[in-house]
């Protein structure tokens, strides 16, 4: 009786650690594709388009885009800015896609796992999120948070996050895909003028 149970327990075993392995791998393939290669085609441009102050680049990953767990994992950049008009004005950001893929062609990174976030890190504030789902050649995508007065000569970090959602459903369209932004700092507010 135990001899006959213990090949059926056996096949069992075997069975439940292909089932694992299948699993675990199938998992791991999901996680590995590239969506673009970092270089002239994967720029993310910092201007100030108005008012007075600065916005540049103060790091940058330049990560290749991959599906991801988390958004910190995706390509990160810090832009340092700082406004000279007044003590208490407005910055806001508009996010100009020049390119969105390879030859422009539909699909591919318009979709809904591939997603940005911009966050004031200095003040833990959200600038706003979304995703490029239906993103187009030109399209500016404006970031802002009208509640947060920003101080005069007071440097604050912004983080940009761009990534691949990888808990979501991921099309193999998406690899290999350029990309290129603008990421215009506006800031706006009342000038001061000093008293003689």
Known sequence: MKNKSMPKKLILSLLVVVG????????????????????????INV???SGNGSCTIKNDNTKKL????????????TIEASQEIADAAVISWDLLINK???????????????KYELVNTTTKQSY?????????KGT???????SEKINSNAPNTFTLYLWI??????????????????????????????SE
């Open 20 to 43: 694992i392995i299948l699993v675990t791998s199938g998992s791991v393939a999901y996680f590995m594709w590239s969506s673009s290669d970092t270089g002239v085609e994967s720029d």
């Open 47 to 49: 201007t100030v388009t």
């Open 66 to 77: 991959i599906p991801v767990k988390s958004k910190e994992e995706g390509r990160v950049i």
């Open 100 to 114: 969105l893929n390879t030859n422009d062609a539909e699909g591919g990174l318009k979709d809904a796992s591939f």
């Open 128 to 136: 706003g999120s979304g995703t490029f789902e239906n993103a187009q």
């Open 140 to 146: 500016k995508i404006t970031l802002s948070n009208n």
């Open 165 to 194: 959602d990888g808990n979501s459903d991921n099309s193999v369209d998406m690899a290999n895909q350029e990309y290129n932004f603008d990421i215009s700092c506006n800031i706006t507010g009342t000038d001061v003028s000093e």
